[in-house]
Structures are given as C-alpha cells and as structure tokens.
C-alpha cells in the first residue's frame, strides 16, 4: 500500500467507507483509496501501535470486492484464472493479492489485498453467465489485531474462534454482535489479525460496538494508514 | 453478645481487617470477608428480616444464598442477599419489607390475624362489593413484594460473554474437584464452576468435629491448582441448562455462556429443615447453615443449642457445635435407630433423644429469639409428636437436620428423567441425556469416599463420551442409613410449622388447598404459592411433595415434581439485558439527512429519516409542508430501506409464479407487476414490484420491514422447490432514491439519457440507465404519486446521485420528504400498505385486493386457503373513508375502534388529515354492511368521542 495522503475531513457527495459515519471526530484523518474515503489515522503511530498489539479495529472496506454465486460459480472463477479453495466455507490467496472466501459450496466472495486486481479483472466481465450471478457487495470490512481479540469476540459471538478451534483457511459464517458476519483468521505482515465482514448498512453500528469493547479492552481504533507497510 | 469464635482452620474472613457499617441505624464492625449475616449475627443481632406474609422475625436459615427473609437494600441496591453478599466498609443497610424497622415493625400485627389470612384468602375475597375492589387491589399491591424498585438505579455494565470448553463441571465440592482433576489429567480444558466465594462445598465445613476433612480439601484444591487447564470459577451459579450444552454462568460481573462438549453436574443438595412449630424462629437454622457461620466465616450459631436431626448429619453438626464453643444440650432423633456417630456425641456429655421430635421452638416475649424447645416422643408411623410426655429444654438455638433434597433442576431442564429412591428418599436420576453426567449427592451418594469415587466415574464416563479411554466404573449405590427421612414434619394444633419460609406456608394451608381440590403438585403450587418466592422452593418443594403424598396417600414418586426451569435462582435484568445491542442500519445518506434536521425513525431494522423539520416547525406542519411540495412541484425521498432482491435463472418467472399471487410467466422484459406474498394460511404478510430486467431476472422491491423475512421464506421455498435459479439480496448492496411530484421527469431528464417520454417510459416499467453518471435501475411507480421514478443505484454512489438531483431541482424547489410523509402522500393515492392496513389475520378479500389474485394458476403460496376463504362470507373489509369537510373536532387516531353501540365494527387503519385534499382522509375495517359508497360510521377516539366517517372511492386525490 502507497503512503496515504490524507485529510480531515469528509466530502458529503463523494463515496465514503460506510464506517466513516461512526468515526468522525477531529483526530480522524481520511484517505481516498479505490476511490472511497476512508479513516486513515485516528491518532499519532505510536499509539495506533499500541492499540494493534492490545486490541485494533481497522476499517478496510475501501478494499475492492467482488461477489459471485451459482451452481456454475467455480468452474466460472477457474475459468477466470482465479485460485479457489477446494473445500466450502474455506478461504485462500490467489495471486498472492486477493482473498477467495468461498461461502458454502456455491459462492464467492474476492477481495483484493492492496496491490491485488482479481475483483477489477472480474468486474471487467460483462458477459452473464447461465448458472453464474453476479452478487454486488458493498461490505463493511475490518480487521481486528491484538491480544485481546478473542476477548471481544466472546461478547460478540457465540462460536469458538479460537485458533485451536479454527483452522487457518476456515470462513466463518455467523453473527457478531447480532448480526450476520464473515470471520477468518489472516495474517498480515506476520501479524495473525480476523478479519469481519458485515454488511455495509449495518457498518457504523459495528463499528461504534467493536471500538466500545476494544477501548473498554485497552485498544481502539486504528488507521488503514497503519497497514500501509 | 459477641459470637465470633476463636480462628478457624480454612475460615473465609480476614481478621486483620475491620469493616464498619450500619444496619438499621446501629454501627456494626465485621471482618473483609464476612457476609452481611454472618457479620450481624456474629454481634448478637437476631433479628436480620421480617417475612414476606406474616412479618415474622427471620434471622440466619441456610446461610447459602437461600435466606430469602434476609434481603436488604443499600439505597442504591434493593433485595440484596444478606446472607451471601459481602459486607463493605461503609455500608449503610436496611432491612425491605417492614415499616419501623425489623425489630419493631408495624405490620408484625399481621401475625396475629394470620388466622383470617390463609393462602388463597385474596382469591376469594374483595370480589363483592365491586365497587371496593380498587381500594383492596392498592392494599394487596402494597403488601405485595419486596423492596423498593429504584429508579435511579446507576447503568452498570454486565458483560454477556461467550465461552467453549470440554468438560463442564458444575459444583465444586469434593465430587466436583476430583472429576475435575481426572479430566484435566487427560489433557482436556476444564471448567468448574460453583455459586460459592470458595471452593470445597461440605468439604470446607462439614467437618464433624474433625479437621481431617479441611486437610483433605487443601490437598484436593493443591490438586487443582496444579493443572493449568483447569478454570477454576467460584461465586458463579449455572443458571439453565439449554440445548447442546449451553449453559450461562451468572456472576456478579455478568452472564457467561459456556458451551462445552459435555457437562458433569455435581451440584449437590439443599438441605431440607424439618416442620415443626416455630421453625422459623431467629436461632432456629439449618445444621449446614451453623457449620457454615463456624468454619466460613468464624461465628458461632448459638450458646446453648438443640439438634434436631433425622440423619447422621446432625450427629456431626453437633460435634461441630461443641467445637465451635456451643453447649450442646440434646440432639433430637426423629429416628429410633441409633448412629454411628451417636457414642462420640454422648461421649462429649451430650444427651441424645432417639425417636424424638421438636414439638415446638418456643419463642422469646417478642418473638424474636429462640427461649426453648418443647421435645416429644415421635410416632414414625403416624408422623405425630406423642404429647403425652413433654420435655423442655431452654436453648438459645436449635439446628436441624432432616434431610436433603437434590440440585438437580439442570438434570431436569437438560431432559433427565428421574426417580425416587426410597434407599435415599430423594429423587436421583434414572435416564440422563447423553453427554451429561450426575454425580454426588445430586446422584443419591452421601459418604465422603463414595461421593469422590462417583466424581471419578462420572469424569471417566465423560472422557469416554469424548471419545478418550478411560474405566467403565460402576455407579456404586449409597451405602448407610438414609440422608434423609421419609416424612419430618411434625403436625401441631397452633399450627405455624413453617413449610415454606419465602410465603410463610404452613402445613395446614396444603390440607386447605387438598380440600378445595387443588390437590395435583402442580395445582397445589400455584394455589399455596409454594415454591414461588424468591427460593424458589429449595427449602420447600420436597416437603410439600411429601405433604402432598401423605394427604393423597400416594407414594411419592406419584406426586411427582413440578416443572424446572431455566434461571435456576434468580437474576438481575441487568445481567439478562447485557450490553445491550440495538443493530441497526444507515443508509449512505444517513450523514446527510442528519445534517438537514431530519427526524428519524425505526423501521425494521433501518433508521429512516421521518421528515424534516424547518426550525420550530411542528411534525404534523414538516409533513404538510412535504406532502405539498410533492403535490405541487418535486421531492425526493431516500427509499433505500426497501428490500431488494434478484431472482436469477431459467426458472425465475416460474419461482415467481409460485411465491407471489400474480402473473410473472408473461410478464415482458422492461414492465413491472405487483406482487404480493400471502403465507400458507392466506394472510398477506408483504408486497412489492417484479420488475423483469431480463427473460431469467426479476428484480424485486419490497417493503423495508418485512425484506429479511421474505428473503428467508424466499431461500426456503427454493430449498424446497429446487428450481433454476439462484436468489441475491441486494439490499444493502443498492440504495434507491424516488423523485416525485409534477417536475420529477423534468429534473431528471437533466441528468439521464434515457427517453423518459411516457410514451418510452409508462407507468409500471423498469429501464437500465445512468442518472448523473452513476449506473441505475429506473423504475416508473405511482406509490406517492402520479409521476415518480425510483432509482436503484449502487449504495456508495447514493449521496452522488441524490445530490446532482438536488441540484437540478434547485430552481423547481425540490425537497427531501421522509418516511411519515411517504405514508400520508400513499394515503392521499388510496394504497394500502401490509403491516400498516393489514395485519396478522388479514387476506386478500379483506382489503379488496382480488384484482392481485391469479386463482386459476396452478400453485401459489396460500392459493388453498385463498380457495375455502372465497366461499366464505367477509367479516371485514377495508373501505376509504372521509371525515366531514372542515372538522375541527378530537381527531381520530390510527387504531381507534368502529363502533355501532357498543358492537364493535372494525377499526382505523391509517387516518391523516392532508392539506393538500383539505380533508381528513383514511382506511378503516368495517364490517361488510357499511362498505358502500356513502355509508357512515362511527369511530370513537380516545377520550371515548364519536366522530362520523363517511365511505369514499379511492384516490382521494382528484385526477
């Protein structure tokens, strides 16, 4: 990811990460990034560092994404050059860049890690396919860092998402916080992190729950900007 | 008087530090780690509460979270356990339910008119004269509860928390922890959990006058401590048992849901106090509850005490008694059978009564105190005192014995079916479900060895069950003498043999209740009350059933148990209400409609702007205001809450066909159909539009309350159906934006290429386009108004779109209208809306919507009912009414009833006064005889005032 060049504050009419309503506050500095404006910092790097390691909420959902579902859904994404776990509710890399999260047997969800195109590639099909369909997404997306994560995950979510309960490449599809989510574990820059995603209607009230609890845990809101490494 | 007692081995309290508080004005100093009870009584103070009926003194009786009599309030807290809640510096107590205090409260008179209050006395009384009823409701609602709800109580957070083991052990005396141990050893997470400070259960205080028993704890707890896999919870009780080993954990930080693999309870018995005649006394307390004040918490329970026992249990309390400094002058065996530990008892120069009873405590001057017991031989046979012969013995404190009764409500919530075992005279478990296991006391083991040995088999069994080796152990039955006894109630002609502590219910009020017929447990229950106070019967329940059973003369087991149910104890409503979590959902302009003053509502799950007020503009003023900028020139509504959903696949139309009351297998690509969703029975539960955007795909909208409903009735369908197709909900994924009014094709032919002539676009068709750059659905609709045009548009792009139109609209004066407009403009067009003007009951023909019914197609969803319903006659139907031209009068309100006389004829469904119309429009069910054209009605209003309606064609807007 570049260097983000930031400001503080938002454009109204412009596409905004549907986090950013719960985030605003004079701290805040935003990014455009795929042309979404997203909450770049939140305080000085040494403490969004500090946040990581106890407990980080980080808003990702400018990353781009691209859902596809159908009975014809895999042969379509290997058709398309696109690397997919072989089991359902599974994720893995392809291209090294982009996350496939297969959703059961028969969906997809690809969303690209910075420098990844798979989502940009497959937007670019246009033709419809029998048996394949499109399912637009326009998800809330985070990461959560630290020690104290699987904290906050047993008031949010009944499952046992501990690692030793959790394979690497398992998606999970369940509620937190009352609503319907994704969850897998990733690793980002070596740090083991989850991932949530959530639909982006529902993205300010996530928010606002997640860094409620991650502050009561000694952790709190982190920037995209902190990722940029 | 100071009790407190020398140090004891293992005792709970802190001696180097004092803690001083008050309790009913005086000053009283107690050690950190003392509990309320065990503070005061350590003082001498006897009387701790009054009883909930009769306001009798209370003091110490289980010591074990179950001394219901004994709550209290802080000020802040109200019916705080006295008898397990620490005592802090500072505090500043009172006892609940007593006026003037608990030594000289008010209603103690009530006493002594008990004789004209016995259960069930208000179920008869106060009916006659009616007109007095109010009065005696005020007094019965005031006798009634306890404490005072305070209302500024502070907002503390209780945390829900979620957590995972393998084994869950629920008890931690020695059963517990020895199962604990086996389990951890073979490598598998463990948590045990127990309601007490400490763990050990009797092993910390059953003690017999030995200190073997408190070493043995030590060594089991080093154990414990030792593996690292072992979360050991103390001050915790296991509330319920749910499906799949869900059991929440209450604490007093909050619930915690442990899920685990597989559950061994080890929760153990409550002891059970024999009945006899002023059993409730201050001074009068069970054996556990006085081995408790001793060795927890250092106090001892009297000066000069009896034990009445009808087990060996009361043997070793006795021996305690002595230890503990007390002058023990009798032990009172119900049985004729001798002890075992009955020499060591005598030894210490105690004199024992074999087949003896306490015929009665006798009470101090003012009732406040234990002076005396009056003893008597005991008829085993007839469960009578033989009162030929009485003895009295002067004692300050009598402690009791009788028996057990198990902790088994989560066996019973978890499905287990049990059995009364006469070898223990308590209900064990025969049949438990799988992956949970019973073990001690609960199981029917008593002895100390025996009780370790199940702990073992019961944790062996649970390994097994995961699937690991371990011994096949055989359950080993209770070896010895009966915990306890078949019936230790002791009739007496004054009655006040105390069954029920929390009620005050007496064994004469269960005669009563046979009598009146209420003789099935479960009948029997409701009318006594038994076991509905705070304890919720663990005192109480395993007498009356006996009670019950000698009254029927059936054995036990026919009585049966009355039913257990999760929370096992109960729980505070902040601990059930949590976090509290409100989800909820914003649309991409939500920013913006706060921005411009909107005033939101819920919706479903959405938050939707209402309508926007001008500064100091009134709600009913804002709307009228919109409503007339639609009607007059444009306005546009942010509609992005409705449910929207494609249909894909060769099978779409057919998978249309089925779900919804209309046509959709002709339906031309580019047109729009009204669907509309009925449930199997009929009743319409949503509608919408189909618009067909290609030969395989429908994209639907549909109401924002119901979307997520009919999307799962959606997926379940084609689970069923297994067409070719495939379902997406696009409801978050697409906003959507309605422009209406006269100027609406103007502004955006500005901004779109599409031909918006309404000749290329008619009402009731879908065009794909780009409104101000941004890829968009169009949709030709007349919900709000003749002209309008609804946009579904990616919803990131939204607030670009909604502003291009406000800019283009400037010069016509365009404006946002909310979601209360919407509802009175829709009303002005006469639609009626599900859920609004229809509810739970309501079908198709009730609001004379048979144009959408397609009955001849082969199959739709409630099509069957639809086909018996239309032969009946309607008992309702939804008519469009008007109130008089110029009414000034109480308007009606949505909901307020038709009437003719007193018959009711229907009800208001929507009702507004719109500005535009100059009139007080509306819908309303009325019965079939009033829905012609120019038919009157009645409604009456809230303050009970009729107001005229008059039956209308709709629209109500003039074309």
Request: aromatic share 8%; net charge neutral; with cysteine.
């Amino acid at each position: 990811m570049q260097a983000l060049s930031t400001k503080n504050s938002l454009k109204l009419d412009a596409q905004t990460s549907p986090v950013a309503l719960a985030q605003q506050g004079d701290d805040v500095q935003w990014a455009v990034v795929n042309n979404m404006q997203i909450a770049a910092t939140f305080s000085t790097p040494d403490v969004e560092q500090a946040r990581k390691k106890v407990l980080g909420v980080t808003d990702v959902s400018c990353f781009h994404r691209y859902g596809f579902k159908g009975p014809k859904a895999a042969q379509w994404a290997v058709d398309h050059e696109l690397a997919i776990p072989s089991n359902p509710n599974a994720w893995t890399l392809s291209d090294k860049k982009s996350l496939v999260l297969r959703l059961g047997g028969s969906e997809f969800v690809v969303e690209d890690q910075p420098g990844g195109d798979a989502c940009q590639k497959l937007a670019s099909v246009t033709a419809r396919s029998a048996g394949v369909y499109k399912v637009p997404r326009a998800d809330a997306a985070f990461i959560l860092s630290g020690s104290a994560v699987l904290n906050l995950f047993s008031e949010l979510c009944s499952l046992d998402l501990r690692p030793s309960s959790v394979l690497v490449s398992d998606v999970i599809m369940t509620q937190v916080a009352g609503i319907s989510a994704i969850v897998l574990r990733q690793t980002i820059a070596g740090e083991p992190v989850y991932r949530i995603w959530c639909d982006g209607t529902y993205g300010a009230y996530m928010w606002k729950t997640l860094i409620k609890i991650a502050v009561e845990l000694g952790g709190g809101a982190v920037g995209l900007a902190s990722y940029q490494h | 008087m100071n009790l407190r007692t020398t140090k004891q081995n293992g005792e709970w309290i802190n001696r180097t530090k004092r803690i001083n508080f008050s309790f009913e004005g005086e000053t009283f100093t107690a050690y950190e780690g003392d509990t309320i009870s065990s503070a005061l009584w350590a003082a001498g103070q006897k009387v701790l509460g009054r009883s909930f009926k009769y306001h009798r003194a209370r003091g110490v009786l289980s010591l074990a979270n179950h001394d219901v009599n004994i709550l209290v309030t802080d000020g802040v807290d109200t019916n705080m356990r006295a008898d397990v809640v620490l005592v802090k510096e500072g505090m500043v107590l009172n006892a609940v339910n007593t006026i003037g205090g608990v030594k000289k409260d008010k209603n103690s008179y009530i006493d002594s008119i008990s004789p004209l209050l016995p259960v069930g006395f208000y179920y008869k009384a106060f009916h006659t004269p009616r007109r007095l009823f109010p009065f005696w409701e005020k007094v019965i609602r005031k006798a009634a509860g306890l404490g005072i709800v305070n209302f500024d109580y502070p907002r503390i957070l209780k945390r829900k928390l979620h957590t995972h083991c393998d084994v869950l052990i629920i008890g931690a005396g020695p059963t517990g922890l020895t199962a604990a141990c086996i389990v951890a050893e073979a490598g598998l997470e463990v948590t045990i959990v127990d309601e007490n400070q400490q763990a050990g259960g009797s092993l910390g205080y059953n003690r017999g006058g030995s200190l073997a028993m408190a070493r043995q704890l030590t060594e089991l707890l080093d154990k414990v401590a030792g593996y690292s896999n072992i979360n050991l919870v103390t001050g915790a009780y296991a509330a319920g048992y749910y499906p799949d080993h869900l059991i929440p954990i209450v604490a007093n930080d909050g619930i915690t849901k442990v899920r685990a693999k597989t559950v061994i309870v080890a929760s153990g018995a409550f002891e059970q106090p024999p009945v006899f005649r002023y059993n409730d006394l201050p001074g009068v307390m069970l054996g556990s509850a006085a081995q408790r004040l001793i060795y927890r918490y250092g106090v001892k329970p009297f000066n000069n005490g009896v034990v009445v026992t009808a087990n060996d249990y009361g043997y070793r309390v006795a021996l305690d008694l002595i230890d503990a400094g007390t002058k023990v002058l009798a032990v009172v065996d119900l049985r004729t059978v001798a002890s075992p530990f009955s020499v060591e008892v005598a030894k210490r120069g105690v004199k024992i009564y074999p087949g003896h009873c306490v015929y009665e405590a006798l009470a101090s001057s003012d009732k406040s105190s234990v002076r005396g017991a009056i003893i008597c031989a005991y008829d085993e046979q007839k469960n009578v005192a033989i009162t030929s012969k009485k003895i009295t013995i002067e004692c300050d404190g009598i402690a009791m014995s009788a028996g057990w009764a198990p902790a088994g409500a989560l066996l019973y919530q978890a499905g287990t079916s049990m059995q009364f075992d006469y070898g223990v005279q308590q209900f064990v478990p025969s049949r438990i479900p799988d992956g949970i296991f019973a073990a001690g006391k609960v199981n029917g083991i008593y002895e100390l060895e025996q009780r370790i040995n199940d702990g073992t088999r019961a944790a062996n069994a649970a390994l097994r069950y995961l699937g690991l080796s371990a011994p096949d152990n055989a359950l080993q039955k209770h070896m010895g003498t009966s915990p306890s006894h078949a019936y230790p109630m002791v009739p007496h002609d004054k009655g006040k043999n105390f069954v029920d502590f929390d009620e005050d219910i007496q064994i004469k009020d269960f005669v009563n209740a046979a009598k009146e017929g209420f003789d099935n447990i479960e009948l029997m229950k409701r009318f006594t009350t038994v076991g509905m106070g705070p304890s919720q019967g663990k005192h109480s329940n395993m007498n009356a059933i006996r009670i019950l059973a000698k009254i029927r003369d059936l054995p036990v087991e026919k009585i049966g148990t009355t039913t257990s149910r999760p929370f096992f104890h109960p729980t505070p409503i902040g601990h059930l209400g949590g976090r509290g979590f409100h989800s909820h959902r914003l649309t991409a302009l939500h920013q913006w409609h706060a921005e411009h003053g909107a005033v939101f509502t819920d919706i479903g799950a959405w938050k939707r702007a209402a309508y926007y007020p001008a500064n100091g503009q009134s709600k009913e003023d804002a709307i009228q205001a919109e409503a007339m900028a639609v009607r007059n020139t444009v306005g546009i509504i942010d509609g992005s809450s409705f449910g929207k959903i494609e249909v894909h696949g060769a099978d779409a139309a057919e998978f249309l066909e089925r779900f919804f009351t209309g046509v959709y297998a002709t339906q031309k690509v580019g047109s729009c159909r009204y669907v509309m969703l009925l449930d199997e029975s009929g009743v319409i539960v949503d509608d919408g539009i189909a618009s067909r955007l290609a030969d395989d795909l429908f994209y639907l909208s549909i109401g924002t309350s119901n979307a997520a409903a009919v999307y799962r009735e959606m997926q379940r369908s084609q689970q069923m159906w297994q067409l070719d197709l495939g379902l997406v909900n696009v409801t978050g994924a697409l906003g959507a934006i309605n422009i209406a009014g006269p100027a609406a094709r103007e502004i955006l032919a500005t901004l779109t290429d599409l031909d918006l002539s309404y000749e290329s676009f008619p009402m009731s068709s879908v065009r794909e386009s780009k409104v101000a750059g941004v890829e968009a659905r169009l949709i030709r609709v007349a919900f709000v108004s003749d002209v309008g045009y609804e946009m579904h548009i990616p919803m990131a792009q939204l607030p670009e779109v909604w502003q291009a139109l406000l800019d283009a609209g400037k010069k016509h004066g365009i404006r946002p209208f909310g979601s209360d407009t919407q509802r009175l403009l829709r009303l002005e067009m006469g639609h009626a809306m599900p859920g609004v003007d229809t509810d739970g009951l309501t079908n198709p023909f009730e609001i004379g919507a048979e144009w959408a019914l397609k009955m001849n197609k082969p199959y739709f969803i409630g099509q069957r009912s639809l086909q018996i319903l239309e032969k009946k006659p309607l008992r309702k139907r939804l008519v469009a009414f008007v109130l008089a031209e110029n009414f000034k009068g109480e308007m009606p309100m949505d909901c307020n009833l038709v009437l003719e006389g007193r018959e009711i004829l229907g009800r208001i469904t929507s009702i507004a006064y719109s500005k535009f119309i100059d009139r007080s429009i509306g819908l309303a069910f009325v019965t079939p005889g009033k829905t012609a054209i120019g038919s009157q009605f009645q409604i009456r209003t809230d303050s009970g005032i009729s107001v005229t309606a008059t039956v209308v064609k709709t629209p109500f807007l003039k074309k």
